[in-house]
């Protein structure tokens, strides 16, 4: 399939913004159903009452999921303040209420000052990690409560201002794995009491942006789909140039075919191999013999 501007088209990532009340899984469904079918899943799993950037991964795209789950995420939200919950969020269950001390912006970003960079985090039992192989949300509807250790995460940039006596304003950019509702029951606890997370809006994920998302309504109601090319999806990885013979036994998993392209600058690198139309050929990771295929890619 080709878009009609020429370029190739294997499927992409499709930027729809999440409207509260839905589970990350429940826009996939709704997606498949408007699109006949299709093969869909999504990236960096939104809560129901959050809003915003939900990036789909359609049809081919699926095959780049795992190069850009690792990708920083960004987030605007309130925290209200002197009263907990059970979920961490404005969906949960009173636990305990404090008062709230007097704010100031020297307070604030005192409190704001405690979160940037490497921290460590506690990550809410209501959550989709695993014990023992159940999930945490579950043992925790059961009332199951557990320890759990710390987990450490990065705060690239963190935001925060004074709404009014009981409530703030955050923006946050932060790394896969951190929880914005753990951020916000920190931030309560080092001004002295309680809080939950009120709203929350994802902004960004990597280089995609929430202004570019397109409301999940309008899926299917117009004509092409506004899809990101796979090449486009993963801006920043280094490009290697495959000509078509090359592609083709890259394609077929010849390993020794990777011989023919520049070396890896690094043990951790993954790169992108493209062909001649600009069409994604297969995803590169380095090793200590040099490159591996981790992912290749139909022809259009």
Known sequence: MTAT??????????????????????????????????????????????????????????????FLNQEAKAYTGTIALGRATNTLDSTGETTEERPVPALTAESVELAASRFRGEIEQVPPMFSALKRDGERLYDLARRGVEIELAPRKVRIRALSLSIVDGRTLALSVHCSKGTYVRSLARDVAAALGTVGH??????????????SRAIPLDSVGTTGDLPLLDLREALTGLRELSADVRLAEQIRRGQQYALAALPAPAGITEVAKVVGTRGELVAMLEAGSAGWRIARVFAAD
């Open 197 to 210: 997370l009120s709203s929350l809006r994802r902004t960004g994920f990597g280089s995609f942006d929430a």
């Open 5 to 66: 501007d020429g370029r190739p088209r294997q499927g992409g990532i499709l930027l729809v913004d999440k409207p509260a009340g839905l589970t990350s899984a429940g826009v996939v469904r709704e997606v498949k159903r408007r699109l006949g079918g299709a093969k869909v899943g999504h990236l960096g799993t939104l809560d129901p009452f959050a809003t915003g950037l939900l990036p789909l991964a359609i049809g081919e795209g699926a095959k780049i999921v795992p």
